[in-house]
């Protein structure tokens, strides 16, 4: 078939609205991103340091590195999904052999042997999080760019997004319920070195499960995707352009930096979550459990709040309100802790916690649906400039800031921890050690307000984003006018072929 006939039955195949079936099963996906997000966020740094031993700068340097690795392969992995050409399309085969080494990379990092100390302790956690974040990027950096090429439509695109990150947050309840509910159940459970190996595999099992669905779902949508546009230049010299045609889009640049300045703050606000339930606000597992249950249940919430707020407001607006709702969510329970004239019991501080919890987690999902929808809006808009469609490359661009903030992110949190000389190797002190008081009161400082005034920042960012839902509209008209213009002279020349033939 043509190229421009090809086009032109995809596009066609993209203004069909998607099955209900079609998006559970392609957000089923994102189980797997979950799990893992939860497994760095909540449980790494606390495993690495309290019970394995090793001090928060060790631990969250061992974290940037692997961030480092992977910054220079997500471009090269999301470019070569956007260029390779097979009978199976652009994204499938990334994901396909990602799977396996995604799911036993994460099972073998909390499963590490105690025999080891020191610098094989360090080697050994820096390899595996090399392996787990490098098969990370394989999988999700194609299988994320699938959910914005997979149809044009505006507002079905917020559909797909949400669909994604409520399974995400289904991934983040899963990972939470195995490690607190399950495996590390109990006053020690959280200490108990023992608990971390069967939650890591079980969880592994879930990856491995869920992406297997995914791959079932992109290999159904491939009739929707996008070819590969034609490629005349060498590899190593796309990806030069490329980036060049990157730091030339305005709206992607902007969503680079609100994106990477806002996980940069979240995930130093997840690394010491488990440290501030437990020993700020003097928690016990159960509790703990149900305060990161909350803000796995708010996108629950957010999802139609979402929905109903875009039909009345640019995205733009509601990322921007959502994000500072996130800030003031995170602020001030800490501060009315350390300088109100009440201190809350741990019974009133959970039942507290837990209401915002819920809070956080909805301007979480509602921020995520307005801000990744805006991603493949730009995703158009780029194709319009400069002629070549690039899902994987930009989310690449996504999954970076995310990740290297995230590195960035868990150093802050290990470094500040030594700081303010949080003790390390908890599990050998045993239940009955007492954190110094006034530790305790830098634990609550760092561990709200400090991210919270970096999540402050990044919607500062989203007051240049100008791709409004009038301007993405006349976008994808002149791409369907661009497409048509090239399909007339390719059907013509078909055309022409065929009657030689004939005669």
Known sequence: MPAARADDTTSAARRVPLSFALKTQYGIGEISNGMVGAGFGFFLLFYLTAVCGMSGTVAGSATLIATLVDAVADPAIGLASDRVNTRWGRRLPFMVVSIVPFAIAFGVLFSMPAALTGSA?????????????????????PFTAVGAEITDDYRERA???????????????????????????????LL???????????AAAVIAVSGAIAIIAVRRALPRLHA???????????????????SRNRSFLVLFGTVMVYFLAYSAYAALALY??????????????????????????????????????????????????????????????????????????AVVLFANSLCVGTAIMVCGVAFQSMLADTADEHEWLFGVRREG???????????????????IAGVAL?????????????????????VI?????????????????????????????????????????????RTEPALLLADVGTSAAVS
Not at 121 to 141: D, E, G, H, K, N
Not at 162 to 185: E, P, S, W
Not at 228 to 246: D, K, N, Y
Not at 452 to 478: D, M, S
């Open 192 to 202: 108990s070195r023992a608990a971390y190996v069967p939650f890591a595999w079980t």
């Open 276 to 349: 501030a339930t437990k020993y700020f606000w003097k928690l016990d597992t159960f509790a703990i459990q149900l305060i990161l249950l909350a803000a796995s249940l708010g996108p629950l919430i957010g999802v139609p709040i979402s929905s109903f707020a875009l039909k009345r407001m640019e995205k733009r607006t509601l990322a921007i309100i959502a994000y500072f709702a996130i800030a003031l969510f995170q602020i001030w329970p800490p501060l009315v802790q350390l300088y109100a004239p009440i201190t809350l019991s741990p019974f009133t501080a």
């Open 393 to 411: 490359l930009f989310f690449s661009g996504l999954i970076l800031s995310y990740k290297a903030a995230s590195g960035v992110g868990g150093l």
């Open 121 to 141: 302790q360090f080697l050994y956690v820096t390899i595996c999080l090399i392996v787990l974040r490098l098969a990370l990027s394989a999988f999700v950096l």
């Open 441 to 485: 009161h830098r634990l609550g400082l760092i561990s709200g307000p400090l991210p919270a005034a970096l999540v402050a920042v990044a919607p500062l960012f989203l007051f240049g984003y100008r791709l409004t839902r009038k301007r993405h509209g006349e976008i994808i008209a002149l791409l369907e006018q661009r497409h048509a213009d």
């Open 159 to 189: 559909s797909v997004v949400a669909f994604r990150l409520t399974f995400q947050n289904a991934g983040v309840l899963a990972c939470v319920v195995l490690g607190l509910g399950v495996f590390m159940a109990g006053p020690n459970g």
């Open 418 to 438: 030594d700081t303010i000389g949080f003790p390390t190797d908890l599990a050998v002190r045993g239940p009955g050690y007492v954190v110094p008081a006034e």
């Open 228 to 246: 590969p546009a034609v490629e005349r230049t060498p590899f190593v010299a796309g990806f030069a352009r490329e980036m060049v045609e990157l």
